[in-house]
């Protein structure tokens, strides 16, 4: 059986969630204390060194990343419809994942960490609220011609940005200025097999 690893406030966590669910896989959640620090303790370092949560076990898979996960997921799961393989539509989505990864984490993921935990987490507020209304507005010109992020279909594109741009209100980023990123969510939202996390 599957096993996740993860915190339920964690946005990266619920990534890896939210496409088990889609896919309707059976899995076994494992839920790391992260206030407690049991992702910096012996026993999870020597499965994940990064001591981060989410982290993916499948046998003897061990996968950490959401993003990864993503791509593991789909591919040993969900198939083309997720995924596809040739050169230019793989690039297309891979380049969502990196955004995901890249700008997303560095705006509304990191003002959203920063609202939640406070000035220790050593976040440049300003920066990461310039950071986020840039992607946003990216996200709302490119929504404006397109239903998904990629080929008029949902794939991991999606998911991978999907959970810190509706987490966006716990960084105090609203969204009202935004209604193409709003429909977008509303749409992941129908998808079979949503699942929502808190904030969401
Ligand atoms: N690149 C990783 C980053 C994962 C990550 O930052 N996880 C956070 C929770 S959302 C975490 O474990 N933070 C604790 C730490 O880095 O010490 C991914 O995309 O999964």
């Not at 990064?50 to 061990?62: R, Y």
Request: charged fraction near 20%.
């Amino acid at each position: 059986m599957i096993k996740l690893y993860g915190h339920e406030v964690s946005g990266n966590s619920y990534k890896a969630r939210l496409m088990l669910s889609l896919l309707d896989l059976d899995y076994e959640w494992v839920r790391v204390d992260l206030m407690k620090g049991e992702h910096k303790s012996p026993e999870y370092l020597a499965i994940n060194p990064f001591g981060q949560v989410p982290l993916l076990v499948d046998g003897e898979t061990q996968l950490a990343d959401a993003q990864a996960i993503l791509v593991y997921l789909a591919r040993q799961y969900g198939g083309e419809h997720w995924l596809p393989l040739e050169a230019l539509p793989l690039a297309q989505v891979i380049r969502w994942l990196s955004t995901a990864a890249g700008e997303v984490r560095q705006g509304p993921e990191n003002a959203r960490l920063y609202h939640l935990f406070g000035a220790g987490t050593n976040i440049n507020i300003e920066r990461a609220t310039q950071k986020a209304e840039f992607i946003l507005t990216q996200l709302e010109q490119h929504l404006s011609t397109h239903t998904w992020l990629e080929f008029e279909r949902p794939t991991i594109a999606d998911v991978a940005v999907f959970p810190y741009v509706a987490l966006a209100r716990d960084g105090k980023i609203e969204l009202s200025a935004y209604p193409q990123v709003l429909a977008w969510i509303e749409r992941v939202k129908q998808l079979p097999g949503y699942i929502p996390m808190a904030g969401i």
